[in-house]
């Protein structure tokens, strides 16, 4: 059967784990399938990857060590997440949950964000489910003591060796039975956490992997987006792959049910932003009135022979050969942030996504491009709502106007809401 199922009172969309083995083939030939898929092939990558692009992720990874708590910020260093209720914005409630206590703060759009996250073999998340808290994919808070949190580093700069290989372990368990964090990347969840910070909406971006089969994160979540609970508050994202022939038709489907921005992956995907099947995406993009939304420059996790999919240099002719559509550079281009920077100051329809930058480098940006197109996003669940309110928060203590363009107006010019 692979009807929608009732599950409390909502739809749960998609064939259930046992639907996807009894179909005659075996768990084996299933897993082999799975692993062929793009986003999961471990052979060598045929985009080239020099000394040089090597050498420089290992040269910003030094030097960000070197320089983190030298800023104008000084030391930003704190225990876990609830330690930011240090800060002067902050404060821990009942439940020990961070609140934003800040009484001008703008109404926040937060354009990067996503659900729970299940693939291939796994049963699909519940998506309407309340957990008595969220388990996040760096999550500082789930162990005694704290892990330290340092704002002044990029982001992913936090995680341990055990941090890693947790994430590694739930992206297995998300591929066959299910990710026990997932199933805490929920509606309810993510809105209770809005609520408690300030985020008024929040853009959801799904990640179409490529998967030979149990690959319909965009379904499933366009669906629950058009629930009472979720349709005020949760902005209706896509993805399409590349690679799938089908890309086109599923893009002008999308459109037609709300998506109002498209996910591209290139290390997910493991496809260049400037391959010939990824600027038909755009060109149809361009006809639909969406934003694009890259995964832009390497975060430093990923595995190598994925690395090379996001080097600065394949994100250029798109900006350039497409003009009229906007382009979000997510995580301001990650570790190589210098070069993205660069480029979205030579193209006026490139935006940068400021999660996951530190600090001091978040200031640079804006000392160096301006804010006028700088956006605030969180990459909710692997990271809390808080975590990057917290830099904005910083960096712009004393400068309303600048504050209120990073945490909500230029959202609004992108995404043309109007709201």
Same mark, same amino acid.
């Given at each position: 059967?692979?009807?929608?199922?009732?599950?409390?009172?909502?739809?749960?969309?998609?064939?259930?784990?046992?639907?996807?083995?009894d179909r005659g083939v075996d768990r084996r030939t299933?897993?082999?399938?799975?692993?062929?898929?793009?986003?999961?092939?471990?052979?060598?990558?045929?985009?080239?990857?020099?000394?040089?692009?090597?050498?420089?992720?290992?040269?910003?990874?030094?030097?960000?060590?070197?320089?983190?708590?030298?800023?104008?910020?000084?030391?930003?260093?704190?225990?876990?997440?609830?330690?930011?209720?240090?800060?002067?914005?902050?404060?821990?409630?009942?439940?020990?949950?961070?609140?934003?206590?800040?009484?001008?703060?703008?109404?926040?759009?937060?354009?990067?964000?996503? /659900?729970? $996250?299940?693939? @291939? %073999?796994?049963?699909?998340? +519940? &998506?309407?489910? !309340?957990?008595?808290?969220?388990?996040?994919?760096?999550?500082?808070?789930?162990?005694?003591?704290?892990?330290?949190?340092?704002?002044?580093?990029?982001i992913n700069g936090n995680f341990t060796r055990r941090?890693?290989?947790?994430?590694?372990?739930?992206?297995?368990?998300?591929?066959?039975?299910?990710?026990?964090?997932?199933?805490?990347?929920?509606?309810?969840?993510?809105?209770?956490?809005?609520?408690?910070?300030?985020?008024?909406?929040?853009?959801? /971006?799904? $990640?179409?992997? @490529? %998967?030979?089969?149990?690959? +319909? &994160?965009?379904? !499933?979540?366009?669906?629950?987006?058009?629930?009472?609970?979720?349709?005020?508050?949760?902005?209706?994202?896509?993805?399409?792959?590349?690679?799938?022939?089908?890309?086109?038709?599923?893009?002008?489907?999308?459109?037609?049910?709300?998506?109002?921005?498209?996910?591209?992956?290139?290390?997910?995907?493991?496809?260049?932003?400037?391959?010939?099947?990824?600027?038909?995406?755009?060109?149809?993009?361009?006809?639909?009135?969406?934003?694009?939304?890259?995964?832009?420059?390497?975060? @430093?996790?990923?595995?190598?022979?994925?690395?090379?999919?996001?080097?600065?240099?394949?994100?250029?002719?798109?900006?350039?050969?497409?003009?009229?559509?906007?382009?979000?550079?997510?995580?301001?281009?990650?570790?190589?942030?210098?070069?993205?920077?660069?480029?979205?100051?030579?193209?006026?329809?490139?935006?940068?996504?400021?999660?996951?930058?530190?600090?001091?480098?978040?200031?640079?940006?804006?000392?160096?491009?301006?804010?006028?197109?700088?956006?605030?996003?969180?990459?909710?669940?692997?990271?809390?709502?808080?975590?990057?309110?917290?830099?904005?928060?910083?960096?712009?203590?004393?400068?309303?106007?600048?504050?209120?363009?990073?945490?909500?107006?230029?959202?609004?010019?992108?995404?043309?809401?109007?709201?």
């Open positions: 059967m692979t009807t929608p199922r009732d599950r409390g009172g909502h739809r749960e969309l998609g064939p259930s784990l046992e639907d996807r083995l299933l897993l082999r399938a799975l692993l062929a898929a793009p986003a999961l092939a471990s052979c060598g990558s045929e985009v080239p990857y020099s000394e040089a692009d090597r050498a420089l992720l290992d040269e910003q990874r030094s030097a960000e060590r070197e320089r983190a708590g030298r800023g104008p910020y000084g030391a930003q260093r704190y225990s876990g997440y609830r330690g930011l209720a240090d800060l002067p914005w902050f404060e821990l409630d009942e439940r020990g949950r961070l609140v934003c206590t800040v009484a001008d703060l703008p109404p926040v759009i937060d354009i990067h964000a996503h /659900l729970g $996250i299940s693939l @291939g %073999l796994a049963p699909d998340v +519940d &998506l309407f489910q !309340r957990t008595p808290r969220v388990r996040y994919m760096l999550d500082c808070d789930d162990r005694e003591p704290p892990c330290d949190v340092d704002l002044d580093v990029y941090d890693l290989w947790e994430l590694r372990w739930e992206a297995v368990s998300g591929l066959l039975w299910g990710g026990a964090a997932a199933a805490t990347h929920t509606i309810p969840n993510l809105l209770d956490e809005m609520d408690a910070v300030g985020v008024e909406r929040t853009l959801i /971006l799904p $990640i179409a992997f @490529g %998967l030979p089969f149990g690959d +319909d &994160l965009t379904e !499933r979540w366009l669906e629950a987006l058009q629930s009472p609970v979720a349709r005020e508050r949760l902005i209706p994202g896509a993805s399409v792959h590349p690679q799938d022939p089908d890309r086109i038709a599923k893009l002008r489907d999308y459109a037609g049910r709300g998506a109002r921005a498209v996910k591209i992956h290139p290390t997910m995907q493991r496809v260049v932003p400037d391959a010939p099947e990824a600027m038909e995406i755009y060109e149809v993009c361009g006809e639909l009135g969406l934003s694009v939304l890259f995964h832009a420059g390497r975060a @430093g996790i990923e595995p190598e022979s994925s690395q090379p999919y996001a080097l600065p240099r394949y994100y250029e002719a798109p900006l350039r050969e497409f003009p009229g559509v906007q382009f979000v550079l997510g995580h301001a281009g990650a570790r190589d942030v210098e070069a993205m920077v660069e480029i979205a100051r030579r193209y006026p329809n490139a935006w940068l996504d400021v999660h996951g930058q530190g600090v001091t480098v978040l200031d640079e940006m804006i000392r160096g491009a301006g804010s006028e197109r700088l956006l605030f996003g969180t990459d909710w669940p692997f990271y809390p709502l808080a975590a990057t309110l917290a830099k904005v928060l910083i960096v712009t203590e004393g400068q309303p106007a600048v504050r209120d363009a990073i945490l909500r107006e230029n959202a609004l010019r992108l995404l043309r809401t109007g709201a």
